[in-house]
């Protein structure tokens, strides 16, 4: 009895001696096997026969040794080698995508991957990679590459004779003296065919044609209507809309409700707020109608549309000087002229006859140097150089050089700029749809 189990536990070590070795041999062999596939290519490569060393490497990329990523590096090699063939530009984005998709994918892989699609003027794939990579690996190196390349941008064919600052999704435009709406990438939304239309909101816009001023929808549909007689509208926002009637402005909302309260004039709302002016003077007052600031200033600063608040500041000029008013209370150092802030960024704000950016503390973020300057929209605000525009980033670097006769802040990654040809609209490349990766 003893001897049996003897015998059999002698059995199980041989059994385990045996698998064991099988093991380490078969390892081996795989390794030795990838090594050989491998020599093999090394050597049509070197000849040039690219052609039949991908199946070698494609067979050798397959192991899982630590020989791998060698060989992933080799095919990748034969691959551009061959990339004005058929199939092989999607075999080696497929390779690429697989190497950043494994969990330790190193920078190098997403730089490679970034650097390639920008060579073949693909900048929003690139651009999709290098945000992927950041996000996984938290790379300086994309980091950097990644704001090389994001102000890349294309120009549309729309052209206009004017337009105006955006509003949300929405631009006023112009053609041969009557107006529309287009997207903020330029694409008409809205016919120019009012002699007035004002900025979009919620489900309508306000237009003036001939006698009648109603409300349309983005459709172009008539949707209310102003029994009234006034002679002029201002822009839409916070459902209100200034009226000018019988030479006062008051208020209305989108469905032509009028309030009874009566200015000399009257901004657009911007964040529940609006410029107003009674008595001479200027303030700014709530959609309740009390006063944030009162009327007490020679002017309210606002931008072409009519808006002077947001993050929660508005300037106001006495005499000679523009203060930064906070809660309604100054702050900060005076100024010779001033832009509104927008809902994020930085503040253009002038002294000394130069322009400069201001943050939300009244600390200045970005120098003196522009002839002229729009508050940041988005990341990126236009600044004018030797008499022509263009655009700095929230560093101060330039990044779209000066070249455009006049320029407008950006929205929904686009902007307006006026070039020879009129009013054209420019897209940053990181906000167009058609990315693949």
Known sequence: MRLGIRILISIACILLLVISWVIVAGSKSTVEKQLELMQQAAALMNAKIYISAVPLLEEAAEYNTIHTQTAEAELKKAYLALINNRGFRRKYTNLLEKQMSRTDAKPDIFAEAAKYYIDISRVQDALVVLNSGI???????????????????????????????????????????????????????????????????????????????????????????????????????????????????????????????????????????????????????????????????????????????????????????????????????AYEDARPFSNEGFAAVKRNGKWGFIDASGNVMIGFMFDDALSFGQHIAAVKLEGLWGYVSMSGKVVIEPQFLEAKSFSSGSAPVLTERGWQFITLMEYKKGATI
Not at 275 to 302: H, R
Request: charged residues 25%; glycine residues 12%; aromatic residues 12%.
């Open 135 to 333: 996000e996984k690996t938290g790379s300086d190196q994309l980091t950097a590459l990644y704001e090389e390349n994001r102000y890349t941008y294309s120009t549309s064919r729309a052209k206009y004779d004017y337009v105006t600052t955006a509003h949300g999704t929405a631009i006023q435009v112009q053609i041969d003296g009557l107006w529309g709406l287009a997207k903020t990438d330029g694409s008409q939304l809205i016919p120019c065919e009012y002699e007035k239309i004002s900025t979009y909101s919620t489900d309508r816009a306000i237009v003036k044609k001939g006698k009648e001023i109603y409300a349309i929808d983005n459709n172009n549909n008539r949707i209310a209507m102003l029994y009234e007689n006034a002679s002029d509208i201002g822009n839409f926002a916070n459902n209100r809309i200034p009226l000018l009637i019988d030479g006062g402005w008051r208020r209305s909302t989108g469905e032509f409700t009028l309030g009874a309260a009566v200015f000399e004039e009257f901004g657009m709302y911007s964040g529940g707020y609006a410029a107003a002016k009674t008595g001479g003077k200027w303030g700014v007052i709530d959609l309740d109608l009390n006063w944030l600031v009162p009327a007490e200033y020679d002017e309210i600063i606002q931008d072409e549309l009519g808006r002077c608040y947001a993050q929660g500041i508005v300037f106001a000029r006495r005499g000679d000087f523009v203060y930064m008013l906070t809660g309604g209370q100054q702050m900060g150092d």
